[in-house]
């Protein structure tokens, strides 16, 4: 029987299979789609679907350096021990290496990368949630370019719970790595103060100002209170304004132009933040596994 396009597609929306698997199935059942999902099943393929709505907030951040080109990039698992799987690492490395070598900048652009001749990276995923058994996430990334002036600083931190990539300029390989290295210790959100939202400025004067006036700072002297207080909140969050962990006299950016340099760019991922944490319920999860589920 001839196994036509829309059948494969059709499918794969139902299974969560590859494409190739889908083509796999259907031919080896004659086009059969009720048989082709049952022979998807059996090895183990389609389950990959029904984890979808599970929750994946665990997982690694790594980065990939090649040259003039570096891929920062987190993939989520279910849970910790599955992290720590060398088939699971295996697949982060296959992942950063083949978006390393293309010029992707959307998650759908890198999702639909040919990894090989019969699997896209997208399909690649699907193909470890059956093997792994854990819904797995390709939650982001950040294809990163510089010129022959600037240096990378990259680091990884907890085995890749946290990892922060940097640009700079005019600086060496040494003080571009201790930078990121600060980024990853430090969690500061933004590189400079002007791209802290107006917003988050706002509601940070608001609870200082309530925090002065309950300190008993009278009114007409608080605001003045509060703008010293965002001066420090700046110094928090804003990297070039942290003080330098291995010279607190130093301000980040200070201690980057003593050594003749610039910071151009950060990027700061931590494994799960903002994501809904998985509730473990062991005693279900053993019962739906007793159950085939």
Do not use: W
């Not at 889908?22 to 090895?43: D, F, I, V």
């Not at 608080?222 to 010293?228: H, R």
């Not at 607190?248 to 494994?271: C, D, F, H, T, W």
């Amino acid at each position: 029987m001839n196994i036509t396009a829309s059948m494969v597609k059709e499918l794969r929306e139902t299974s969560g299979a590859g494409m190739m698997d889908c083509k796999t199935a259907l031919t080896a059942c004659n086009g059969n789609m009720e048989e082709a999902m049952n022979y998807l099943r059996e090895k183990g393929i389609a389950k990959s679907a029904k984890k979808e709505s599970r929750i994946a907030a665990e997982g690694l951040a790594n980065i990939f350096v090649d040259g003039n080109k570096a891929v920062i990039l987190e993939v989520n698992s279910e849970t910790d021990f599955v992290a720590k799987n060398e088939e699971f690492t295996n697949m982060i490395d296959v992942i950063g290496k083949t978006i390393l070598k293309s010029d992707a900048h959307t998650l759908e652009e890198a999702n639909a990368l040919s990894i090989d001749d019969d699997n896209t990276i997208s399909e690649y995923i699907v193909s470890m949630v059956a093997k792994i058994g854990e819904k797995l996430s390709f939650r982001r990334f950040e294809l990163v370019t510089k010129s022959d002036d600037e240096v990378f600083g990259s680091y990884l931190h907890m085995g890749g719970k946290i990892a922060s990539l940097v640009v700079l300029k005019g600086a060496n390989e040494d003080v571009a790595k201790d930078v990121a290295m600060q980024s990853a210790a430090m969690r500061p959100q933004y590189l400079f103060s002007d791209e802290v939202p107006e917003d988050v400025i706002e509601n940070e004067r608001k609870i200082q100002k309530e925090l002065a006036i309950n300190e008993g700072i009278k009114e007409e002297v608080a605001d003045k209170v509060v703008e010293g207080r965002i001066k420090k909140f700046f110094k928090e969050i804003c990297l070039v304004e942290q003080a330098f962990i291995k010279d607190s006299n130093l301000s980040v950016q200070k201690y980057v132009a003593n050594n003749g340099g610039e910071i151009l760019k950060m990027i700061r991922y931590e494994v799960g933040e903002g994501m809904e944490k998985r509730n473990d319920n062991f005693a279900e999860e053993v019962m739906n596994q007793v159950k085939g589920n």
